[in-house]
């Protein structure tokens, strides 16, 4: 019988060397007839999950192997016999990875030695010389009946010499031959690809290669006779393939994952743990009792995880949370089983079940026996602390990050294979500008033609080709934002770790899908931005107006915020700020927090891909029937009359109408949460259409309903998420209704973060009635704080240093430790005081921040600073230590400077601020705006509906989501407010150059009104940046007198492009 | 803007990288050739401009008006646009030249400061990051400078303003260093009665080589291209040109070189000058003479070289060197005879036949298919058993080369005969699949 077995395989984990992935090797393999098929990937066990799962899907069997390539000599091959030998296995690649550091491993001969235990070991050989002898010898004496040499027909001159050679000497020590193909793709084909790697892993071009180029032939997968015909000299050697895959016998499905231990009391068991803290968490929750519908809902969810054992998990969740409440960090968690009663009496969720009357149907899946997902989300300025405290309680061997696989997109695929065939920088970045790089398809022709290129050009039509080909392979690991994975016991038992690129972090080599796919627990340790602005606002709410909130006790549905929510009014808070969800929000009218949870799953490319938007909106409105065809789907959808919009609902639908198994609908979501995954929804369209008919439901039915869950293909929104989410947003927007001011300083605080940029945060406070205060050096903190106005519960904001561009840290503090006893008189006085270098200073001032204190215009305080030294004369300094007053080091001619113009005021402010508290730069400009027959944006979004204006403004943000099949929507501002642009693809693409590169855009556009929500449809669009480069020789109030001079540098408006 | 954003917003647009040493280099050009022209004083005023002294230069081309006109026309004819104005000082024609609308002007002598005035700081020669300082402070003309008391801004910016005040305005002078052309090494002689003979063409081309060596010495260089002019009688002018592959000041070589071209001039009447000029020289390093019993001296070819070149021609003498490349035709590539080595090799443990056929030649073979060496192969009519061999060896393409090479496959066999004889077989194609070659067979080449 021939058979085979292919034990030498590389996939493309073997970053830059192996070209297929494991899902091509293994179809491959069971097409080719192998029934086994031996993954040793180089120093790396990184792409063995995925191998198992396509030995699953295929029958192939999987050997786990790995290819150590030794620092000190030969490669070999080692497979593990048995669970104790993978163990062993993984230790050693740690110990290399964690030797040599990040993405490389450094492993010698005697390291091997320690680890050989259970391993089956297979020598590379290269020709049958001392050497050789010396390192068979030593396998022999490592290994004893374990070891092999591998016998590889190359296809070079002299091989068959070479092989009988090998063998004789093999025969010779005693060490058994195995015939190994030493297979680097699964197809001929993909040689070409094959060769291209190789250039990227030199970094030189395809015609520099030589003999880099991989040099042996026929690495692809071959049958098992094309074997046999071509080792006809070896049988033993191909029957020792089979031999050594009975000896591996080891299946990734022997790893039990073992939770954590968290026992605060030794005596209990982790159940009791969980519901002694559950009924005293309960306890606190509710101080005037726990009421009756929650304690039937904790006793249900106690129930459940008893039967799923999985008290250890929450103990975790709840320890790493308890941590960071007791530092004042504060968090959210988030994810199915974190919208539980159990989660909120635990504190690790804000989101209280007896007010909100969730679905939690999905809370634990009982039916499938996978991990519950808790992800939390913490200040992302202070998740550091957490992250270490985590290594540190469950020890750095028990404890690490999942890794990240980075895949070539197109845009890195191109670059690379570009740069590999030796195609101009310039081209590549121009042909690059053209795709996004979450384009599934590469390059397309359009784009080609759109830059006028030639595919004739060979190199051209092979780059896009082989392009599109590196598409999706693994180009190095990276580590994952916050997934923690935790053990009972070591975790390189489980799986190699790696030291990761920051210090103090390791990482695993495997990323959180083949951590689902083990069934591994996870926690998700997330930063949030907004969580250290809430921290912010509610420590400054406590300091100030003495309220103190947290999360939860933020008083819930208060009228008066919704009613700010449903103007849109909403600039700066949680996820309902962006202007998709802005212009939803008056159409949507939220009033309760499930409206809010709702808005916040809707806007969401998946529901409005599905087309779910507008009925939903229409239903909501009245304006059309709500109806179920049958009872099973109004339970289902009954909360959301009737439309799909969560991800439970669409696996719910599937069990309910379509009759999924549980397990199926969970494959359903799977291929819903990740498009990557190829064929996404499409497969289970027949499954659930005829699923539909056949219970009953109309053919086109059920054609919508699938079409509405395939919108989740893209991003569909779990309802725990939403809900999660939906409280940020409620207590974000809670805070700007009722302190807007403490909301501004806040927000500014928590720079960078949110779609808006300082200066649309102040205008908008401004608006609120706050009154903004300018960086001051006497009065500034490096955060922005709060200032008593006199008037009773309002606050002042004073813009704080940290606004300053350039300006350091230590610096704004050695100037504000200065002043703490008594404030600086002059400028010689700061400077003598406050010991900080005068570049330091001069950013101060040009920020303008010493008028406010000593009445210096910027250019005065600027002239000043410049006649100073970074040191003062010491002479002067013991001078003036006598005295109260201080001695200025030189008396000089005064200089008449020229004051500056208020335009260049506000330039200058732009340049070093990012914001202005002077007027709009758009003022400067309306004398000729109104001239040329421009209104404001104000009146142009109060104009009547389909009246023609024009308008212009500082362009703030262009979006062109790709829901949107092409339409670009763009924010622009003037002194007035903000015009909300939409741009039609056809006017888009006449007036391309125009739109993608103004600052400063003049438009020409009819009014489009939709209830509250108003747009302009731009039909001509002119660029007039031109002008802003005039604004700083304006005064307000003039007209601009042209003197032909150097052009004084404009301000430069960085829009912000989104898609 | 970035090259690429401009590219992306304009198709079709023609983009050039900046070359500063070129454009250096090309400005130096143009000084030199307005000193042939206009004056004798004349420098480069680096980035963009040229500085002529024309004191006592001016009335040689009808006044200072016309001079200016002169020169900018003349540029105008050669595609350079230019502007030109006469000032009392260099730095206020420079200023005035750089932010005048006419393309002349002439300064009225002694109005410097008000014509100054207006302009902009940077047209005083102020450093770009010295002006981006100033500009904040509310200077922006030259006025605005000239108002200040000069203390404080030399304490804030340093002494440079006040100079160039100065010399804008003459107050400190301001010396040009002319530029002076580079001269070539140049030799001649006229002879009183004309001369034809190729003996005696020789023996003056002998002096006159002597001559240069000793001049080129005297400047440490070596002649890489030497140019020989005979003036014939009747106006004619024969040359003769030699180039060296290194740089050679040695009167011998120099004259045999020379001496095996004379044959090609053709006299005529007879010769009246002859002159010889280095055209290409380069610096040459005195090295001392390694002792015969320290060291193996390399031997020299550098000589042979250049006799054999300039018989044969330039491309007729080579050194092979190698090319990575599987592709045995493709393996070697021609390298001046002279050039240092590659570093590269072939493969030493992979026999490889003696010599290469120019083009594989095909052959008539039996052979069994997919990977079995011939039994039989005829080339060039004879017909020769294969007694023992080795292969195959898989050679690919080069699918980045050409189209065809994307599949091809060669599978190489060393074969033996039943002389002896060893031979370097090829079958096009793996023996499998149609695409990747014809699967008929060649001789490429022969072992031994």
């Avoid at chain 1, 935790?486 to 951590?515: G, N, S, Y």
């Avoid at chain 1, 549980?662 to 979501?669: I, N, Q, T, V």
């Avoid at chain 2, 005023?45 to 006044?63: K, N």
Wanted: glycine residues 6%; contains cysteine.
């Amino acid at each position: 019988m021939n058979s085979y077995v292919e034990l030498q395989t590389s996939s493309h984990f073997s970053f830059l060397r192996g070209a297929s992935s494991c899902d091509d090797l293994f179809a491959q393999a069971a097409a080719c007839g192998l029934t086994a098929l031996g993954i040793a990937d180089r120093n790396t066990l990184a792409g063995i999950v995925r191998a198992h799962e396509a030995a699953k899907a295929t029958g192939v069997r999987l050997i786990v192997g790995c290819r150590l390539d030794l620092a000190d000599g030969p490669s070999i091959l080692v497979y593990p016999t048995d669970r104790a030998a993978y163990s062993r296995l993984c230790r050693l690649l740690s110990l290399g990875k964690k030797r040599a550091g990040k993405a490389k491993c450094h492993l010698e001969w005697p390291d091997v030695v320690a680890h050989s235990e259970g391993q089956v070991a297979v020598l590379i050989p290269d020709l049958a010389d001392d050497e050789c002898a010396f390192r068979l010898r030593r396998m022999r004496d490592c290994f004893g009946d374990r070891a092999y040499m591998a016998l590889t027909l190359r296809r070079r001159p002299n091989e068959q010499l070479r092989l009988h050679e090998l063998s004789n000497l093999a025969t010779q020590m005693r060490v058994a031959t195995v015939v190994t193909n030493d297979v680097l793709f699964d197809i001929p084909d993909r040689r070409m690809l094959q060769d291209v790697v190789t250039c990227i892993r030199h970094n030189v071009t395809i015609d520099e290669l030589g003999e880099r180029r991989e040099r042996h032939a026929d690495r692809y997968i071959k049958r098992p006779e094309e074997m046999h015909r071509l080792f006809g000299r070896y049988p033993e050697a191909l029957a020792r393939t089979v031999q050594i895959a009975d000896r591996c016998r080891f299946s990734l499905d022997e790893l039990a994952y073992q939770y954590p231990e968290e026992r605060d009391d030794p005596r209990l068991t982790p159940q009791q743990s969980l519901e002694q803290l559950t009924w005293e968490g309960a306890a606190s929750r509710y101080p005037e009792g726990v009421p009756e519908s929650v304690v039937a809902t904790i006793k249900h969810e106690l129930a459940l995880i008893e039967t799923m054992q999985y008290a250890p998990y929450f103990l975790t969740v709840n320890s790493i949370v308890r941590f960071a409440r007791s530092r004042e960090i504060l968090c959210q968690g988030r994810g199915s089983a974190a919208n539980s009663a159990v989660c909120y009496v635990l504190g690790i969720t804000s989101i209280d079940p007896s007010r909100n009357d969730l679905l939690f149907e999905r809370f634990v899946s009982q039916e499938r026996a996978e991990p519950p997902d808790i992800d939390v989300d913490f200040e992302h300025e202070r998740r550091e602390i957490v992250m270490q405290w985590i290594f540190e309680t469950y020890g750095r061997d028990r404890a690490a990050l999942c890794s990240t696989v980075i895949r070539y997109r197109a845009k890195g695929a191109l670059r690379d294979v570009g740069k590999a065939l030796g195609l101009p920088e310039d081209l590549l970045s121009t042909l690059n500008a053209q795709i996004s790089s979450w384009s599934e398809n590469g390059v397309e022709q359009r784009h080609l033609d759109e830059l006028r290129l030639n595919l004739e050009d060979r190199r051209l039509r092979l780059t896009l080709d082989l392009a599109r080909q590196l598409m999706g392979a693994p180009r190095h690991l990276s580590q994952h934002p916050g997934g923690f994975v935790l053990t009972h016991d070591r975790l390189d038992d489980l799986v190699p770790i790696e030291p990761a690129a920051m210090i103090d972090r390791q990482v695993i080599e495997w990323d959180k899908d083949d951590i689902e796919a083990l069934k591994f627990m996870k926690v998700d340790v997330l930063a949030l931005g907004m969580l250290t602005c809430m921290k912010r606002g509610l420590d400054l709410l406590a300091e100030h107006k003495d309220i103190n909130l947290d999360l939860a006790t933020i008083p819930s549905e208060d009228p008066r915020t919704y009613a700010m929510i449903r103007k849109a009014d909403t600039l700066g808070t949680f996820q309902i700020e962006s202007r998709a969800q802005m212009s939803m929000l008056p159409r949507l009218k939220p009033r309760t927090f499930y409206d809010l949870v709702v808005q916040v799953a809707i806007v969401r490319p998946g529901p409005i891909q599905g087309n779910m938007v507008h009925p939903y909106l229409r239903r909501r409105e009245g304006s059309e029937p709500v109806e179920y065809p049958t009872p099973a789907l109004e339970r289902v959808l009954g909360k959301t009359l009737g439309v799909p919009l969560f991800q439970e609902q669409a696996m719910r639908v599937a069990i309910e109408c379509a009759g999924f198994t549980p397990g199926e609908a969970d494959m359903l979501r799977k291929s819903m949460a990740t498009f990557k995954h190829t064929g996404g929804v499409s497969r289970f369209k027949d499954k659930l259409i005829n699923g539909m008919v056949a219970n009953g439901y109309a053919p086109e039915f059920a054609e919508q309903t699938f079409n509405q869950l395939e919108g989740f293909g893209s991003y569909g929104f779990p309802e725990s998420h939403a809900a999660s989410f939906a409280l940020i947003a409620y207590a974000s927007s809670w805070l700007k209704c009722w302190h807007p001011d403490v909301f501004c300083a806040a927000l500014l605080n928590s720079q960078p973060m949110g779609f808006y940029a300082p200066a649309q945060i102040i205008r908008d406070a401004q608006q609120h009635g706050v009154e903004i205060r300018p960086v001051c050096a006497n009065a500034s903190h490096w955060d922005s704080t709060l200032e008593p106005t006199g008037r009773e519960g309002q606050l002042a904001v004073r813009l704080g240093l940290r606004l300053i561009k350039g300006l350091s840290n230590a610096h704004a503090a050695k100037l504000v430790m200065a002043r703490a006893r008594h404030p600086f008189e002059t400028v010689d006085d700061l400077w003598q005081r406050a010991n900080v270098p005068i570049a330091a200073l001069t950013q101060i001032a040009e920020a303008d921040a010493f008028r406010p204190c000593f009445g210096l215009a910027r250019r005065e305080a600027l002239w000043a600073l410049r006649g100073l030294r970074d040191e003062p004369l010491p002479l002067f300094v013991a001078a003036s230590a006598d005295r109260t007053s201080l001695i200025p080091e030189l008396e000089e001619p005064t200089v008449q400077l020229r004051p500056m113009p208020e335009g260049g005021e506000v330039v200058q402010d732009y340049r070093h601020l990012s914001l202005t508290l002077r007027a709009h730069p758009i003022s400067f400009l309306r004398h000729e705006l109104r001239r040329a027959g421009m209104i404001t944006c104000l009146e142009a979004m109060e104009s009547r509906n389909r009246r023609w204006v024009e308008v212009a403004g500082v362009v703030l943000v262009r979006q062109r989501p790709g829901s949107a099949k092409g339409v670009m929507f763009i924010t622009i501002e003037d002194e007035s407010g903000i015009a909300n642009l939409v741009v039609w693809p056809k006017v888009f693409e006449q007036n391309r150059r125009t739109i993608l590169a103004s600052g400063l855009l003049a438009v020409r556009g009819r009014v489009q009104r939709e209830g509250e929500v108003v747009h302009l449809v731009v039909q001509r669009a002119e660029d007039i940046s031109s002008q802003l480069a005039t604004i700083s020789r304006r005064e307000q109030g003039h007209a601009f007198v042209s003197k032909r001079t150097v052009e004084p540098a404009g301000i430069r408006f960085a829009a912000r492009d989104f898609r | 803007m970035p090259a690429a954003k401009a590219l992306a917003l304009i198709p079709g647009l023609l983009t050039d990288d900046a070359n500063a040493v070129a454009d250096a280099k090309e400005l130096e050009r143009l000084a030199l050739w307005i000193l042939q022209r206009t004056s004798p004083i004349v420098a480069v005023d680096a980035p963009d401009g040229i500085v002529i002294d024309s004191t006592g230069a001016d009335h040689l081309h009808g006044g200072e008006q016309a001079m200016l006109e002169g020169i900018v026309g003349r540029l105008a004819m050669s595609g350079v646009t230019a502007r030109a104005v006469v000032a009392d000082t260099w730095g206020a024609a420079h200023a005035l030249a750089r932010c005048g609308t006419t393309a002349t002007f002439i300064a009225p002598a002694g109005e410097g400061p008000r014509l100054l005035r207006r302009l902009p700081l940077e047209a005083l020669r102020v450093t770009p990051t010295l002006a981006a300082k100033l500009r904040p402070m509310g200077f922006e003309t030259i006025g605005d400078l000239l108002d200040q008391p000069r203390a404080p801004l030399t304490l804030r910016f340093g002494p440079e303003i006040a100079l160039r005040i100065d010399q804008a305005l003459g107050n400190v002078p301001e010396p040009i260093v002319p530029i002076r052309s580079p001269d070539v090494v140049e030799t001649r002689r006229s002879f009183a009665e004309p001369i034809g003979a190729a003996e005696t063409i020789a023996k003056y081309v002998g002096k006159l080589v002597v001559d240069l060596c000793e001049r080129l010495e005297a400047r440490g260089l070596g002649a890489r291209r030497l140019d020989l002019l005979c003036q014939r009688v009747d106006s004619h002018t024969q040359a003769i040109r030699v180039g060296m592959a290194t740089p050679v000041r040695d009167p011998k070589r120099l004259t045999r070189l020379l001496c095996d071209k004379v044959e090609t001039i053709d006299p005529g009447f007879g010769i009246e000058v002859m002159t010889l000029a280095a055209t290409i020289a380069e610096p040459t390093d005195r090295k001392q003479i390694a002792s015969s019993l320290i060291e193996e001296t390399a031997t020299d070819v550098s000589d042979l070289i250049d006799v054999l070149t300039n018989r044969v021609g330039n491309k007729a003498v080579y050194r092979l060197a190698p090319v990575a490349s599987d592709l045995p035709e493709r393996s070697v590539c021609r390298v001046p005879a002279m050039s240092p080595e590659t570093g590269g090799s072939w493969p030493a443990h992979w026999p490889r036949p003696a010599r290469l056929l120019q083009s594989p030649e095909p052959v008539e073979t039996m052979a069994l298919l997919p990977d079995q060496p011939p039994v039989t192969f005829t080339w060039r009519g004879v017909r020769r058993r294969v007694r023992c061999a080795d292969g195959p060896e898989r050679v690919f393409g080069e699918w980045w080369k050409r189209d065809a090479e994307a599949i091809s496959v060669r599978d190489y066999f060393r074969v033996e005969d039943e002389a002896g004889e060893r031979f370097w077989l090829y079958r096009a194609g793996d023996g499998e699949n149609a695409a990747t070659g014809s699967h008929r067979w060649f001789l490429h080449g022969i072992f031994g």
